[in-house]
Structures are given as structure tokens and as C-alpha cells.
């Protein structure tokens, strides 16, 4: 009887939105008070909303990425950015150059829109992997011009 009122209290505390935003506050306070970070909502500061996501991308032997350098992989011609590069051993390099080779197991922080980064994913070292590059290298500027159509559009 008390495991049910127990997790019905939980339940009930945890779907309020005023225990939410107190919470909230008191967290908020608490950082503020006791460390010395400075607290900023990246997903608005991304632009994190509707097509566009960060995510963890771990990289392994077969994949495509495997054992290229960025340069080489060409992610920003797709409109992927590669933030940091978190190497075996704990390693992170932020906002690494070119020349950094990427090699498994890797887990890159990379930034982009949602389907081009599922492809990437899912892209194999072969030649179908380097047709799909090309592939999102060709969408990727239909959606830039898409964008400046629509901007100068709002101008």
C-alpha cells in the first residue's frame, strides 16, 4: 500500500508543472551559487529546434568516417559540423582541423540536420558510401538555396 501511494506521489510531483519550474529555480540557484557555470539554454543558442540536432556519433571500424581525415570526409560540404573528436582514453580535442584523422572508436560531437546525420550512420566505407556522400552534398545546397530564397524572400 505505501509502494503504491509512494510512486503515485512521485508521479504526481514529477508531471507538475509548478514542482517543474520550482525545481527549475532551485537548480538554477544552486549553480549559481556553489559553480562557476555560466548557464545558457544551448538548445535556443543552437537553434536546436525542427531539423537540426547535436549528437554523439560514435564512429567503428567499417563506417565510412573510419580512418579518414575530416578533410577528406568533407561533413561540412553535407552541412554537418564536427565540434570535437572524443578519442579512447578520454582524449577530447574541440573544434579539431582538417588534418585530424578520425579513427575508431571515436565518438565525434557533431552538428546537423537530422536525416543527413541518420545517413551518415548508416554510410559504409564503399563505393555506395561515397555515392550517398555526394548525394547529401547535392541536398545540402538545394537547402542552401532554399534558404537564401527564403530570406531574401523576408527581406
Known amino acids: 500500500m505505501f509502494l503504491i501511494a509512494g510512486v503515485t506521489t512521485l508521479w504526481v510531483l514529477s508531471s507538475s508543472q509548478w514542482v517543474d519550474r520550482k525545481l527549475s529555480r532551485l537548480i538554477e540557484w544552486a549553480l549559481t551559487r556553489y559553480a562557476s557555470l555560466d548557464i545558457k539554454d544551448y538548445a535556443s543558442l543552437l537553434h536546436l529546434g525542427g531539423d537540426y540536432r547535436l549528437v554523439e556519433f560514435q564512429v567503428q571500424e567499417h563506417d565510412w568516417l573510419a580512418h579518414k581525415t575530416l578533410a577528406e570526409a568533407r561533413l561540412r560540404d553535407e552541412g554537418i559540423v ?46 555506395e558510401g561515397d555515392v550517398q556522400h555526394q548525394k547529401a552534398v547535392d541536398t545540402h545546397k538545394e ?6 530564397r527564403s530570406s531574401k524572400e523576408e527581406n
Open 82 to 127: 564536427v565540434l570535437g573528436i572524443e578519442r579512447e582514453g578520454g582524449t577530447y580535442l574541440g573544434a579539431p582541423k582538417g588534418h585530424r584523422r578520425v579513427l575508431p572508436p571515436d565518438t565525434l560531437l557533431l552538428y546537423g540536420r537530422v536525416a543527413t546525420l541518420q545517413n551518415l550512420d548508416k554510410r559504409k566505407q564503399d563505393q
Open 143 to 148: 537547402v542552401i538555396q532554399e534558404e537564401d
